[in-house]
């Protein structure tokens, strides 16, 4: 009923930039906080950043300064523009959103499939 859906990732040179773009569809009350997490080859996901309903966001200490996340609500969208990239930004990027369908219900959490972001040195 709910799908998240994201775009953006590719290949690029250490140094160069990406934008991430992950779109919230279906049955949607209200959306309470949207964000990334990422998988590394051989590593354990991690949260990267998180954007509440107010529009403040959080970050992971080693993407702070370079990467900025942002949602446009009337879309259901939240961005990552990731700056300055490094080979070991290389991972699986996740977009998750925690989401009301109805009122009076808790949030639950959402996930997309994934996009790839490669970066190489």
């Known amino acids: 009923q709910v799908q998240l859906v994201e775009s953006g990732g590719g290949l690029v040179q250490a140094g160069g930039s990406l934008r991430l773009s992950c779109a919230a569809s279906?049955?949607?009350?209200?959306?309470?906080?949207m964000g990334w997490y990422r998988q590394a080859p051989g590593k354990q996901r991690e949260w990267v950043a998180t954007?509440?309903?107010?529009?403040?966001?959080h970050y992971l200490d080693s993407v702070k300064g370079r990467f900025t996340a942002s949602t446009d609500n009337a879309k259901n969208t939240v961005y990552l523009r990731m700056n300055s990239l490094k080979p070991e930004d290389t991972a699986v990027y996740y977009c998750?959103?925690?989401?009301?369908?109805?009122?009076?219900?808790?949030?639950?959490?959402?996930w997309g499939k994934g996009t790839l972001v490669t970066v190489s040195s």
């Open positions: 998750t959103a925690n989401l009301k369908q109805r009122p009076a219900v808790d949030g639950m959490d959402y």
């Open positions: 279906g049955i949607i009350f209200s959306i309470n906080r």
């Open positions: 954007v509440t309903s107010d529009g403040t966001a």
